[in-house]
């Protein structure tokens, strides 16, 4: 059985820093993907970035990057130059390739950016 | 991208009671799927919603307690049967999008915030 861990209830950030949420993860699988999530106060959930577990490249998305150590199962998203449009919960993701669309949440970071 | 709506977006309701949550899509998809989450939590999968079959339920969800119906590509229903207290959530209905993404991605409905009284 795989878990996802973010150990992070909450982290506050100041409008044009940076902030960086960890996630650690276990699995004896091989073949996966990891993926950070955000859910604003609407509810809505949306994919922030993906990462497929063969590809060595850290996935970026404009201003969000991933830091992907495959070895020590960590995936931590870096949220540069925040926005207030960023406040939300975020929520690292763990899905395997034989099991698609069956995704192991972790337990969220809230992220709150301040003016 | 797939679009994707759910009904009703909220409810309260007494205990006893069953609720029918209906997910539609905007366009075919193979897999659709049912999440739960409770209060302050994380999202939990209930089941895989499978279209010509019987859907296929998590660790801890029982198809008599959460039936799914999966009659077509594009639509779902979850119910929310003989409800407590304890079944107060948001019910989100998800989509692998395998048809028209370059890869597979996962989308999200808008939730069901139900209430049980």
């Known amino acids: 059985a795989q878990t996802v861990t973010q150990s992070q209830p909450e982290m506050s950030v100041q409008e044009a820093e940076t902030v960086t949420l960890s996630c650690t993860y276990d699995?004896?699988?091989?073949?996966?993907?990891l993926f950070w999530y955000k859910q604003p106060p609407s509810r809505q959930m949306i994919l922030v970035i993906r990462?497929?577990?063969?590809?060595?490249q850290n996935a970026t998305e404009n201003r969000f990057s991933v830091n992907f150590q495959k070895a020590a199962k960590s995936f931590s998203l870096k949220i540069s130059d925040s926005q207030l449009g960023d406040t939300a919960m975020y929520f690292c993701?763990?899905?395997?390739?034989?099991?698609?669309?069956?995704?192991?949440f972790g337990a969220g970071t809230q992220v709150v950016v301040t003016p | 991208s797939a679009v994707i709506s759910q009904k009703p977006s909220r409810d309260i309701c007494q205990r006893g009671t069953s609720l029918t949550i209906q997910c539609q899509v905007d366009?075919?998809?193979?897999?659709m799927f049912w999440y739960r989450q409770q209060p302050g939590q994380s999202l939990t999968l209930i089941a895989t919603?499978?279209?010509?079959?019987?859907?296929?339920?998590e660790s801890g969800f029982v198809i008599d307690k959460f039936p799914i119906s999966r009659p077509n590509l594009t639509f779902s229903t979850l119910t929310v049967s003989n409800m407590s207290p304890e079944d107060s959530s948001i019910y989100l209905c998800?989509?692998?999008?395998?048809?028209?993404?370059?890869?597979?991605?996962?989308?999200f409905g808008p939730g069901t915030r139900l209430t049980v009284l």
């Open positions: 998800s989509v692998e999008d395998g048809y028209s993404s370059s890869y597979n991605e996962q989308f």
């Open positions: 699995t004896s699988e091989n073949n996966y993907y």
């Open positions: 990462q497929e577990a063969y590809k060595q």
């Open positions: 993701a763990f899905m395997t390739t034989d099991s698609w669309g069956k995704l192991q």
């Open positions: 366009s075919q998809v193979t897999m």
């Open positions: 919603a499978n279209q010509g079959s019987e859907a296929t339920y």
